[in-house]
Each structure stands twice: as C-alpha cells, then as structure tokens.
C-alpha cells in the first residue's frame, strides 16, 4: 500500500513537472494570452483533465512556472556569491546585479518573469511573490548594509523596491538592444553607480 501511494505521488509530481514544463516553453514564445491549456496538455503529453487537477487554471499554472524560474534565479545569483566568497553586502548587490542582467538574456526568464508575471498576477502577487526571492534577496543585503554603517540609515524596504525596480529596467533595456553585450556593459555601469550611491551620507 505505500508503495503505491509512492507511485501515485511520482506520478502526480511528474505530471506536474510536466506541465510547468510545457506552459514555459510555450508562454516564453507565444505569451501566456496567446497560450490555450489544451496546448500546454498536449505538449506535457496529458490531458486537460490532468492539467486541471492539478491547477485551478491557466494562471496558476503560470504562477507555479513562475515560482520555478524565480528559484532557479535565486539559486544561481546565490550560488555566484558562494563562489566569489562575498561577504561585503555592496560587493554582493553588485555581483548580483551583474549575474541577472546575465540570466535576462534568456528569452524564458525576460518573457515570464519580465513581461507576462506583472500583468497575469497584478502588481501585489507579483512582488507578494518577489519578496520571497529576488526583491527578499536586495532588501537582505541592503538591510545588512545598514547594519553595518556601510549605508546610511534609512528605511530599507522603500529603497529595495527601487532597486529592483531599476536593475529589472536595466535587463528589459538590455533584452531589447540590438547590441546587448554592449547594452549590458552600459547598464552594469549604471547599476554599480547606483548601488555605489546608497553609501553616500547626504
């Protein structure tokens, strides 16, 4: 008996995974409108029964390969960091503004998490969502740095939404360069003056 509550368990999680999957494949080319979930069911090889058990619809759906993208970016912006060995919270924004403007290049991370995620969730479940992995990360690091006199003292939360709002414009503007390389120098420029900003005592 538990071993068949186990198969059907790695079945529900495969046809899930299935499912994330295919929706990102095709969201990041065609946009989550233009997307039906017959498509997405017959890409993940189910049936749109299959997919409404598992999601109550399509925009859930979106949110869960939303969620998937955002980890994988937290994960590897992190993963930058251990590798530098940072420990200077200014250091670290700068690395990691540095290392998204890389991941935007990717066609799936600009189109879902750039394009399509503030306007199928609204602005409160995006950043609602935000919170828990890159905004979660700069108002970490920001409010590391104003504990340890690197920044001045001021409200931290307002200032991280800043600065996620800026470095996200600066990997729409490179995404959409035809020159990104030398968009995505220019824009990191901007970023590090920004950041290098927040040090100032005004």
């Known amino acids: 008996m538990e071993v068949n509550r186990r198969t ?13 999957t295919a929706a990102r494949v095709l969201i990041s080319e065609q946009g989550f409108s233009a997307v039906g979930t017959q498509a997405i069911a017959a890409a993940a090889g189910v049936t ?10 399509k925009a859930e ?11 994988e970016l937290l994960a590897q912006i992190g993963d930058a960091m251990t590798e530098a060995a940072i420990t200077d919270p200014i250091a670290a924004l700068e690395l990691g503004a540095r290392r998204w403007l890389e991941l935007c ?27 828990r992995y890159a905004l979660g990360m700069v108002e970490a690091l920001i409010a590391q740095a104003v504990s340890t006199g690197a920044v001045p003292a001021q409200p931290v939360r307002p200032l991280a939404h800043v600065m996620i709002g800026a470095i996200d414009e600066a990997a ?5 360069s035809d020159e990104p390389e030398k968009a995505r120098a220019e824009m990191l420029d901007v970023v ?3 950041i ?3 040090t100032i005592e005004l």
Do not use: K
């Open 172 to 176: 729409l503007y490179v995404s959409r």
């Open 48 to 57: 749109r029964g299959a997919l409404y058990h598992q999601f109550a619809d």
């Open 8 to 20: 059907q368990a790695d079945r529900t999680a495969a046809t899930r995974a299935a499912l994330i």
């Open 105 to 131: 290049a990717d066609p799936q991370v600009h189109r879902i998490v750039l394009i399509e995620a503030p306007v199928v969730l609204g602005w409160d479940q995006w950043r609602e969502i935000g919170q």
């Open 196 to 198: 290098q900003a927040m």
């Open 61 to 71: 759906l979106f949110m869960a390969v939303f969620e998937e993208i955002e980890e």
């Open 192 to 194: 590090r003056r920004l």
